[in-house]
């Protein structure tokens, strides 16, 4: 079956530092790939999302490209903020976008000033 | 921009109680999808419906029924609670069908978090 596969975290990085959140995923077919996050105590907010090879997706400053031939979809952004410290959940979708999502067990980001 | 709402936020019951949540999907929203999350875990897709009916399921228990009305809120029926259904449960909804290219997103919910004691 589908799954996602991601780094463990706690991910704990300075302020201003680079990020890279792993994801590898297994799936049958073309799924749609996204990024959430979850801030303390709240629900979870689609960050960016890529429904296609070589797609990338963007917001606030993080990124991730769909990458077929690695079967990856990592997430990255240049320079975090204490703001960014959460749960990243990567997570796939079925090729015909009404399935269900299919969630890596997320990692933890601590950014410090 | 609407969201989707859940009630209650928090839930406390004992073992062998029953409990009910509810969802309220963004307007014109068509599909409701519930999912679990255990504490440290990630979310787990419980049910879902398209259009009132049930149109996927997963790990959901026997105990646990859920259904969709024609308001298109839906609400989920848990009875002869365990210790292990404390969890946050999540509700999402998405676009409809029609709406090329978004209907894949899904929009969560805060979350009502159950306790079982």
């Known amino acids: 079956g589908d799954s996602v596969t991601q780094m463990e975290g706690p991910v704990t990085l300075s302020e201003e530092a680079f990020l890279t959140i792993n994801c590898t995923y297994t799936a049958t077919g073309y799924p749609s790939l996204f990024w959430y996050v979850q801030y303390p105590g709240e629900g979870l907010q689609l960050l960016l999302k890529?429904?296609?090879?070589?797609d990338k997706g963007s917001n606030k400053g993080f990124e991730a490209t769909y990458r077929k031939e690695t079967t990856s979809f990592h997430l990255e952004k240049g320079s975090v903020q204490v703001s960014d410290s959460a749960v990243y959940f990567c997570a796939l979708g079925g090729h015909s976008g009404y399935s269900t999502l299919t969630f890596g067990k997320g990692t933890m980001l601590l950014v410090s000033p | 921009a609407a969201g989707v709402i859940q009630s209650p936020r928090h839930l406390i019951k004992e073992k062998r109680e029953t409990a009910t949540l509810k969802c309220y999907p963004i307007p014109r929203h068509d599909t409701v999808y519930w999912y679990q999350q255990g504490p440290g875990q990630d979310p787990q897709f419980l049910i879902s419906?398209?259009?009132?009916?049930?149109?996927d399921k997963g790990s959901i228990p026997d105990r646990f029924s859920a259904q969709q009305f024609s308001d298109y809120h839906s609400e989920l029926n848990m009875s002869s609670l365990e210790l292990g259904d404390s969890a946050l449960y999540f509700c999402a909804s998405s676009y409809p069908r029609i709406t090329s290219g978004r209907a894949h997103e899904q929009f969560f919910g805060p979350g009502t978090r159950l306790t079982v004691l």
């Open positions: 890529a429904t296609k090879a070589d």
């Open positions: 419906f398209y259009e009132k009916m049930q149109s």
